[in-house]
């Protein structure tokens, strides 16, 4: 089974084609922890404004210019490089709800200012952020979810940006520059331009090619969703792998909720045939765990640090 691209143009709760488009962008969550969307949210003038202009001027600073990107959150480290099994650079841009963190995240390259690189980067996340939030709407509805639970769901969202550079695989016969995992995000959009790379592992274990098309956005879901939904969208498995051994850009946006809020499982997933599989966590603590050593080395790692019958009662 492949994963469907699900046409989301033109639709908002009122459409009436919103309640099949639910159904649809629910059942490929659930079949896959992903699903892609056809949309016209990023259009080709900004598409080309971010990848061949603004994140290539960012990537070709020089490594000590890049290192001055730090983050408040410890886990995520702002710049990242070599990470192990993998060859690529990333920064995070925290807090990307809030229209002042492109300008502080620009100036630490630019001091004397950069808005067309600021407002660039600010007005693809800002439809990137609106598209995700849909996504998560439509997936929390078609599983069933009240719209009071999901609209305050949605007011303690927050969101991270992490604009990424895939270097040329080292080994070219593989092609892999980053191995497979999962996100420590409730969801991520993942916005591919013209290199292809992402897969997405299914079920069965076979690997998925999701391509890099102009008019699609790919949101996976990650540990938190999981959590949130007791398990009934599992965290996507994915991978990057370049065969055509080319260097590639991309970006990708994470939502999560805000640190002083506990993720919970949701009322409408725990019943007397399924009590909760998951304890409460905070987006931090987690994030913590993910990134440390005992995190990478985990094959599960929500499990490990929050499931029940790892941890004992939820009590």
Known sequence: MEVAKIDLRGLNPSSPGWG?????????MVAHGCVVVVHDAISPELRQAVFDRAMPQLFAFPVETKQQNVSSDTALKGYISKVPGADF??????KVDEARSFHDFSNIFWPQGNPEFSNTIGALARKVIELEDMVEKMTLEGLGVREENIASHLHALTHVLRLSHYCVPEDAKMGVTLPAHTDPSLVTALVQHEVEGLEVQTKDGRWIAIPPEADTITFMAGDLLTLMTNGRVAASVHRVKTLSNRERYAILCASSVKNSVAISVMDEFVDHGNPP?????KTDEYLEFRYSG????????????CGVHKCGSTE
């Not at 599989?277 to 966590?281: G, I, L």
């Open 277 to 281: 599989k998951y304890n409460s966590v």
């Open 20 to 28: 099949k488009a639910c159904a649809a962008v629910t059942a490929s």
């Open 89 to 94: 650079e990333s920064f995070n841009v925290n």
């Open 294 to 305: 005992e995190g990478f080395k985990s094959s599960q790692p929500l499990e490990e640090y």
